[in-house]
């Protein structure tokens, strides 16, 4: 399953419009949350169940977004963080269960 097109809708969401058809609109907060990096999960396991995250504007507004060979994407935060690859498998995951 490949995106035919990524876009940001607005500054809270990413639009992915896939190549069976289907799109799928992703918060960024979301996307942030669900950081796929190592910093990020190392700091995910960490913390609790009951842990609630804090973002700052700029860790939830995107800079840039950058394609990975043909199986992902890198996304820039404007507050620097860049090193998480989101493979297109991953966002398709979060796409279908976000139906809020
Ligand atoms: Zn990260």
């Not at 995107?62 to 998480?84: E, L, M």
């Amino acid at each position: 399953m490949n995106p035919k097109k990524i876009k940001l809708m607005d500054v809270k969401n990413l639009s992915i419009l896939w190549d069976d058809g289907k799109e799928h609109l992703i918060s960024l907060l979301k996307l942030r949350k669900l950081c796929p990096c190592a910093t990020c999960l190392a700091e995910r396991e960490k913390q609790s169940k009951s842990y609630i995250p804090v973002f700052s504007e700029n860790q939830i507004t995107i800079d840039q977004i950058k394609q990975v060979g043909n199986y992902a994407i890198s996304i820039f935060w404007k507050d620097g963080h860049n090193t998480g690859i989101y493979e297109y498998t991953f966002l398709r995951l979060i796409g279908e269960n976000s139906k809020d």
